[in-house]
Antibody, heavy 119, light 106 residues
Framework: EVQLLESGGGLVQRGGSLRLSCAAS????????MSWVRQAPGKGLEWVSSISGGGGSTNYADSVKGRFTTSRDNAKKALYLHMSSLRVEDTAVYYC????????????WGQGSRVTVSS | DIQMTQSPSSLSASVGDRVSITCRAS??????LNWYQQKPGEAPKLLIYAASSLQSGVPSRFSGTGSGTDFTLTISSLQPEDFATYYCHQSYTAPPTFGQGTKVEI
């Protein structure tokens, strides 16, 4: 059974930093691209970042480029999102998601980690 | 960026109704269109990928059609557990983008 478990969320002041983790199990982690998708309170879904299975390729939304860094440790089956220079508008639930494969869908999602940036 | 526009933004329906939600892309995305269901307080769940392929374990009352720019998610007979918000998502080109969501209410 595929499981994705996020951790590391919390309350942080504007300009601060936070690192989210996503622990994966139930599949061959290194084979799949992984993504972060966020959802601001009462709003829709917004893609944040993706990383290839080997970790050599990453992509970021313009809204977080230069401030967020996605990495992975395939030996630990873990995905990370390091967030810095946080803004109030980064307040959201952050989900890690496993790619389904060739079609780019998000086949499985974690339960989400809430990040609140205070002013 | 490719804009994804869903309609309607919300709808009211009854158990047993046939419900359709449309999603339009601002440019062609072939069949790289996925549908998700999200219930309050829960993570999204993949329903349909590649426009019309039913994700494993998803009831057959859900179906997807379309290609190019216009897509439809249909629920053939609405069940109580289907009241939720539905999102389309294009995975054709970066950055991946989502529709604004369609809330299906009683």
């Amino acid at each position: 059974e595929v499981q994705l478990l996020e951790s590391g969320g919390g309350l942080v002041q504007r300009g601060g930093s936070l690192r989210l983790s996503c622990a994966a199990s139930g599949f061959t982690f290194s084979t799949y691209a992984m993504s972060w998708v966020r959802q601001a309170p009462g709003k829709g879904l917004e893609w944040v970042s993706s990383i290839s299975g080997g970790g050599g390729s990453t992509n970021y939304a313009d809204s977080v480029k230069g401030r967020f860094t996605t990495s992975r440790d395939n030996a630990k089956k873990a995905l990370y999102l390091h967030m810095s220079s946080l803004r109030v508008e980064d307040t959201a639930v952050y989900y890690c998601a496993k790619s389904g494969g060739a079609h780019g869908d998000y086949e499985y999602w974690g339960q989400g980690s809430r990040v609140t940036v205070s002013s | 960026d490719i804009q994804m526009t869903q309609s309607p933004s919300s709808l009211s329906a009854s158990v047993g109704d046939r419900v359709s939600i449309t999603c339009r892309a601002s440019q062609t995305i072939n069949i790289y269109l996925n549908w998700y269901q999200q219930k309050p307080g829960e993570a999204p769940k993949l329903l349909i990928y590649a426009a019309s392929s039913l994700q494993s374990g998803v009831p057959s009352r859900f179906s997807g059609t379309g290609s190019g720019t216009d897509f439809t998610l249909t629920i053939s007979s609405l069940q109580p557990e289907d009241f939720a918000t539905y999102y389309c998502h294009q995975s054709y080109t970066a950055p991946p983008t989502f529709g604004q969501g369609t809330k299906v209410e009683i």
